[in-house]
Structures are given as C-alpha cells and as structure tokens.
C-alpha cells in the first residue's frame, strides 16, 4: 500500500518539487527521520531490548518486557520500515539523494535487481530451511550475524539465479512470443495503401498543430 501511494505521489507531482528553501529544509529533516528509523529498526533485538524495556501490564502485576515484543510496536514497525525506504526512494527521485542516488545508479546493481524478486521469492526457504536444521541454540554475537547474514544473501542470490533462469526467464520469452509477434503480426499484414493513407494523415495532422 505503501509503494503504490508513492507511485502515485510521484507520477502526480511528475518527480518534481519547488525548488525553495522550505523544501530544503523540509528533505533534510525527511533524511534525519528516514535515517533514525532505519537504525532504530536494524539493531537486533538483543542489543536493543537492554535499552528498550517497557512496562506491560500482565494481569494485575507490571512486567517490563523489550519494546520488540510489545504489540504496539510489532503492528507499525514494518510500515514504518517500508515508509523510511520509500522516503529514500521519493528523494532520490526528485533530485534530493545525493551520493545516495549515485550508489544506487551504479551499473553494477543492474544484474542482482533483475533477481530482486525471485530472492525476495526464494529467501523465506531458505531461512527455514536453515534453522530448523540447527541442532543447539545460537548464541548472538556481531561475527556470527554477520558471517551467517552474508552467506544467506549468497545462498539465496544463487538460488534465485536458478529459480530465474528455469521459471522467471522462460515465461517471460513465452509472454514475448504469444503477445510480441501476434502484435507484429497483426502490423505485417496491414495494406500497404492503408499505411500510406495513415502516414499522410499524421502529416496532416502535424502540420496543422
């Protein structure tokens, strides 16, 4: 709901903003939020919930518990994770991203986004895949979350290459063939007079505008 508001939002104001000091001040402000949630969202729950502790009523007695497990906070925090990058994505696309929009426009990107969707498809397998079939309990620490973090992306990058060249790939030539040429077709065998009538029409009509 969230990336269809922003399609909108854009295709409305054709990506443009003023170019004025409030509109200044206004993005740099719409960065710092962005950025704080962001950060207050990617820290693990672990770490967070030493200094996140709230108090939660259980029957008649006051628990603290981590805010991560407070239902207040698990109802909004993924809307607010998809409304920070949709910020990131709406800046950048008005000419407010800065080295941000340059990192982004890195040709080199071009090849993993053609496998975004099939990873986002692919990863929930995989992530299960991998913990149910951990025998003992893992323990937190910054070197195992990174290392386990980096070859899940691997892992699932890989599969997701699989995944589109057997399944994505040849629906999509499938597609091209059914629709492409049958719009093609449909061009070919129109009469030559026809198309020479419609030319001289365009011409017309251009002249007169």
């Known amino acids: 709901m969230i990336g269809i508001l922003l399609g909108y939002l854009l295709l409305q104001t054709n990506r443009t903003v003023p170019n ?3 509109t200044k001040v206004l993005m740099l402000l719409g960065w710092m939020v962005s950025c704080a949630v962001c950060i207050l ?4 729950k672990y770490t967070f919930a030493t200094y996140g502790m709230v108090l939660q009523s259980v029957g008649s007695a006051k628990v603290r518990t981590a805010t991560f497990d407070n239902p207040g906070w698990m109802a909004f925090y993924r809307s607010l994770f998809a409304t920070s990058v ?5 800046a950048c696309s008005v000419g407010y991203g800065g080295l941000v929009t340059e990192f982004l426009s890195w040709r080199g990107w071009a090849p993993l986004s053609r496998l975004s969707y099939a990873a986002y498809l692919v990863h929930p397998i995989i992530l299960h895949a991998y913990t149910m079939s951990q025998k003992t309990l893992l323990f937190f620490s910054v070197a195992n979350w990174c290392v386990t973090a980096f070859g899940i992306i691997v892992v699932t990058f890989v599969s997701a290459s699989a995944a589109s060249l057997m399944v994505e790939m040849p629906c999509m030539e499938l597609e091209q063939l059914i629709l ?8 070919k065998h129109k009469p030559v007079k026809e198309q020479n009538d419609t030319g001289e029409k365009g011409i017309c009509c251009i002249m007169s505008l």
């Open 86 to 90: 949709a910020w990131l994505v709406y």
């Open 20 to 22: 004025t000091r409030k």
């Open 41 to 44: 969202l990617t820290i693990p």
């Open 180 to 187: 492409g040429r049958g719009r093609q077709g449909g061009s």
